[in-house]
Each structure stands twice: as C-alpha cells, then as structure tokens.
C-alpha cells in the first residue's frame, strides 16, 4: 500500500527542538519531490519545505534558517529538524508526495495523518 | 511570489445545490491549479489537478474550470459529505481556503 506516516511530533519548549520523521512505502522517497506543509489549530494550508529527487532543498521564509529537510535512502524516509521552535511553529505537519510536470504544474498527491508539534512553556 | 485567493471565504448551501467556488491568482499560471477538499479533523485530500482534471475515486459531480488567472470549483449537487474546507494551489501556495456547510 502507498502510504506516508508521520512521527516524532509532540509538546516541546520555545528554543526547543524536534524532529519529525516520514516513513513511506510502496514507493521511493528519493525519486520523488517531497514536501512538509503545516496547518496550525484552525488556520489553512502553509507549505514549509520541499527536497527534490535530486536533493535541492527549498524552505518557506517563515522557517528558514531554522528547519532543515532531509531523507534517508535506505530507510525510504523523509525527516524535518526543527530547530529554534516558536509558539507560531505549532501546527499539525503533514508529510506529502508533490508531484510536478509540464502539463499539470505540481500537486500533493500523497498525505501522511499529520504529527502535532505544540511549543509551549 | 503569487499569491492565491478564494472567494467566498464561507458559504452555506441546501443539499442538492449547485456551489461554486472561486480561485483567483496574483498572475497568470497557465492550467497549473489544484483543489484539495479537507473534512473536518481529517486529511487534505486531492480533488481535481491541472484545473479541470479529477483525481482518481473522486465523485463527478466535482469539477474544475479555468485557465490563466480564474478558476472555479463546483459541486453540481451538494452532499452532506461535502462538508469541508476547500484549499486551491498552485505551484507551493495555498489559497486561504472556503468553508462550506449545509444550511
């Protein structure tokens, strides 16, 4: 089955650190566009990071400098550090497959359950 | 950057009704949309990509149109399993989303 299952999520202090794992199966990390996005409680979609099957990383502004995506080939798993957290990190991330093509631009295909990060004294 | 926004923001509708709902982008972006419908509590979900192109498992009575910097998404008769939030996308932009709900 084809699917992407976060972990790694949890209640952590501000300045505190995390990382979120995303273990796929029935298909290769590494030859996809993968992708963080978060949804804080009651707010809309926000994208948060992207690694290319080539290995090119990209972050949204709001992160920068502070998340780092990253994946393991052999465990066909997609990881976010995140570090400096803030209470505006908190959100539930989600896991996603971005698919891109000349015809139809990019979408996310494939969702993981989402991990809730809570940063809070 | 472009910037995507939605209109209505909230719409509630009777069941059986036609709902439309409105994307619009900063630019022009080609065919290059998706539409997510999100449940309460649950996933986002991919409805329709490449404006008008339905994803797979999804009812036809989802529909997308548009081109350049317009587009919609319709629901030719509302469900009550329709309830959600509507997200557009293009490119790494999410739009602000469209609550809809059954009157």
């Known amino acids: 089955e084809v699917q992407l299952v976060e972990s790694g999520g949890g209640l952590i202090q501000p300045g505190g650190s995390l990382r979120l794992s995303c273990a796929a199966s029935?298909?290769?990390?590494?030859?996809?566009?993968m992708s963080w996005v978060r949804q804080a409680p009651g707010k809309g979609l926000e994208w948060v990071s992207v690694?290319?099957?080539?290995?090119?990383?990209y972050y949204a502004d709001s992160v920068k400098g502070r998340f780092t995506i990253s994946r393991d080939n052999s465990k066909n798993t997609l990881y976010l550090q995140m570090n400096s957290l803030r209470a505006e990190d908190t959100a539930v991330y989600y896991c996603?497959?971005?698919?891109?093509?000349?015809?139809?631009?990019?979408?996310?295909?494939?969702w993981g359950r989402g991990t809730l990060v809570t940063v809070s004294s | 950057d472009i910037q995507m926004t939605q209109s209505p923001s909230s719409l509630s509708a009777s069941v059986g009704d036609r709902v439309t709902i409105t994307c619009r982008a900063s630019?022009?972006?080609?065919?290059?949309l998706a539409w997510y419908q999100q449940k309460p509590g649950k996933v986002p979900k991919l409805l329709i990509y490449?404006?008008?192109t339905l994803q797979s498992g999804v009812p036809s009575r989802f529909s997308g149109s548009g081109s350049g910097t317009d587009f919609t998404l319709t629901i030719s008769s509302l469900q009550p399993e329709d309830v959600a939030t509507y997200y557009c996308?293009?490119?790494?932009?999410f739009g602000p989303g469209t609550k809809v709900d059954i009157k």
């Open positions: 996308q293009k490119g790494l932009s």
């Open positions: 029935g298909f290769t990390v590494s030859s996809n566009y």
């Open positions: 690694i290319y099957s080539g290995g090119s990383t």
């Open positions: 630019q022009g972006i080609s065919n290059y």
């Open positions: 996603a497959r971005l698919l891109s093509g000349s015809y139809f631009g990019w979408y996310f295909d494939l």
């Open positions: 490449a404006a008008s």
